[in-house]
């Protein structure tokens, strides 16, 4: 059985929204006003320190680190709070991992975000019980770019990295699915902030419908000297 190793922001589901509005009740909690969506969607994979910072520069405020370790607490309990108010899963999502399991794939997810917060999305999106493992950026301690947090999800689904693909969005999971030496397929439709094509994944998908053939072209088993991977 070989594993799929999916990033959850920009990947599986459109969280930019409510990341905004996070950032926003943030904002508003520091004297500032809010920031427009399409401004800072292409940060909305890049976790709350990032997303505050673009706020503050917008603003043309300091981001100093007091000041944003204050607003990122503000920013994750709002967020907490409103997880999915507008998240949704890409089209295609539930049913395409649904015919990955059933075809006998195991399905992890390796994301950035606090692992409870992404505990509590993938139940409010109803896709928890599809993956065997959850692996979030506070998981280990390193997040992705590092290895440690794709390989972790791997082993934790009962994988091996020999027999693994990682499917994400942006340059970091591209970084991360490199340092683990493992093939990715990134999607064109997350948040990038060049086109995805440019950074070199080994496909690219522009649906969730054209997942299955993309894996099909890397032919399992991949890397057999992939880290911590046992010989064929």
Known sequence: ?????????????????????ALNAALAGAGYGPVPLELARPQAGNGAAALIRLGLLFHGADPAQALLDAMRTDFLNYYEANIAKFSRTYEGVPET???????????AICTNKPENLARKLLDELSL???????????????????????????????????????IGDTATDIAAARAAQIPVIAVDFGYASVPVADLSPDRVISAFADLAAAIETLRIPLTPHAQGCSQP
């Open 128 to 166: 928890t019980g599809l993956f065997g493992s959850i692996v979030g950026g506070n998981t280990y301690p390193r997040p992705k770019p590092d290895s440690l947090p794709v390989l972790g999800a791997i082993r934790r689904a009962g994988g091996e990295p020999c027999k693994a693909i990682m």
């Open 97 to 107: 991992l649904q015919s990955l399991a059933s075809s006998g794939w195991r399905l």
């Open 1 to 21: 059985m070989a594993t799929l190793v999916f990033d959850l922001d920009g990947t599986l589901a459109d969280t930019a929204e409510d990341l905004v509005a």
